[in-house]
């Protein structure tokens, strides 16, 4: 068998009856009616009708057709159709059953868009064999359009179905073009471009590019929202180029280096982002960087001034011994010029306290017991305290010069010399 039985639509008493003349008109209707059971799964509705009681003593049954459903269709067949309960007998015997006649079929898939290839296996997959197609030649490659019942309707298996062909055509690939190019690409195509914009770039499209639709279908496109073109007149290159790419967009690069005293497209206006823009650059002559060694901070200060430059450096007394760019080099007007400045030697009180500490580490090696004059004298001849600076080093960006003591042996300690002067010989101590 090719399928498998779902219900029969009657017992044995009354399929006896209906071999010798057919089920009789009851004797009484049945009284109440049935539960609906549309759109019920024919094993649904089957137990809902035997549970459900006519009132007249006799036994409900559900009387499907076709009352065969094949495999492959028991997963989407449903109950399209419920009819009036009717009670059967047989001659000479009361009321035993009340039929509820019910139609077997399916909802109809909707198949507006797809391409006749994938209407026919749907509609093969749903039962629905009685089909008509509108034109008849339709190439697989076509679009549905239209289809008659429409997609929900509940129909037979064996109901008539219509289906409408157009003309398919691929969608074009629109990303990245601006509306107007899009809706020019799309409409070359024959089809409707959706939106209503004007500016912008289109970062996403439906239906996909090379997606097979019917003519004059719609192609929806999202728009980038555009950003703002920032005013960069009177700006440097860099300054303009930090402000374009702060807004999403690209500064065309100039070749001359300066102000700018033009751009496009103008200050204000909404493009989509990642536009380029261009600019005009008024050129500024540079400036050759003035030789500051050798000169004090007031001094260098002055000169770079009227050279058109500026100084970076603290007001502290001293001699320039380098500088940043270098004598001779080219540079924009108000470059700022840095420069290292070796601070004069420590003052007479750092002196005096020099001389004391070393009187103080005489007096400690003479304290050591034992011949305090041969080592005091010694100590006097030998031990050495001097301040030490380096200007490249020791100046701080304060102004300020760390100075430090060092103590140094002249000559080297003989085994006379005790062990505690031979251990101060290279001590350090900062001040």
């Known amino acids: 068998m090719a399928g498998a039985l779902v219900a029969l639509a009657c017992t044995a008493a009354v399929c006896t009856a209906a071999a010798v003349g057919g089920p009789q008109p009851a004797s009484a209707a049945p009284v109440g009616q049935p539960p609906d059971v549309t759109r019920d799964p024919p094993d649904v509705a089957q137990a809902r009708i035997k549970a459900w009681s006519p009132g007249d003593g006799s036994v409900a049954v559900a009387a499907f057709s076709p009352s065969v459903v094949p495999d492959n269709l028991r997963g989407v067949a449903v109950v399209v159709r419920q009819g009036a309960p009717v009670g059967t007998s047989t001659p000479g015997q009361r009321v035993s059953q009340t039929l509820v006649p019910l139609t077997l079929g399916v909802e109809m898939p909707d198949l507006v868009g797809s391409l006749r290839s994938t209407a026919t296996q749907r509609l093969a997959r749903f039962g629905l064999t ?77 239906p996909a590019a090379e997606t097979l639709v019917s003519r004059e279908s719609t192609v929806s496109v999202t728009l980038d929202v555009g950003v703002t073109v920032p005013n960069v007149l009177g700006l440097t290159v860099e300054q303009a180029r930090q402000a374009v790419e702060q807004a999403g967009l690209v500064l065309e690069t100039p070749d001359a280096t300066g102000r700018i005293i033009g751009q ?56 320039i011994i380098g500088q940043r760019p270098r004598a ?82 002249q000559s080297r300690p003989g085994p006379t010399i005790p062990a505690q002067a031979r251990r101060v010989t290279h001590a350090d101590t900062s001040r």
């Open 264 to 319: 496009r497209p103008r200050a204000g206006r909404s493009v989509a982002r990642g536009r380029v823009v261009s600019v005009t650059v008024e050129p500024i002559p540079l400036l050759s960087v003035p030789n500051v060694v050798g000169m004090t901070v007031q001094q260098a200060r002055q000169v770079l001034v009227r050279a058109g430059l500026q100084l970076d450096a603290p007001e502290i007394d001293g001699r």
């Open 130 to 206: 009685s089909l008509t197609w509108i034109p008849a030649d339709a190439a697989d490659d076509d679009t549905v359009t239209g289809q008659s019942p429409t997609a929900g309707t509940l129909v037979a298996f064996s109901d008539p179905v219509a289906v409408t062909f157009t003309e398919s055509v691929p969608v074009p690939n629109v990303l990245g073009l601006t509306v107007n190019e899009a809706r020019r690409r799309v409409a070359a195509a024959g089809l409707v471009l959706g939106t209503a914009r004007s500016t912008g770039r289109v970062t996403d499209q439906q």
């Open 328 to 409: 001779g080099s080219s540079a924009v007007p108000g470059t700022s010029v840095a420069v290292t400045i070796a601070v004069p030697p420590p003052s007479r009180r750092g002196l005096f306290l020099g001389a004391g500490l070393a009187g103080l580490l005489a007096a400690v090696a003479a304290s050591i017991g034992g011949r305090r004059m041969r080592r005091r004298r010694w100590v006097a001849h030998h031990v050495r305290v001097r301040p030490t600076f380096d200007p490249g080093i020791a100046l701080r960006r304060d102004g300020n010069a760390t100075q430090s003591w060092r103590v140094s042996v």
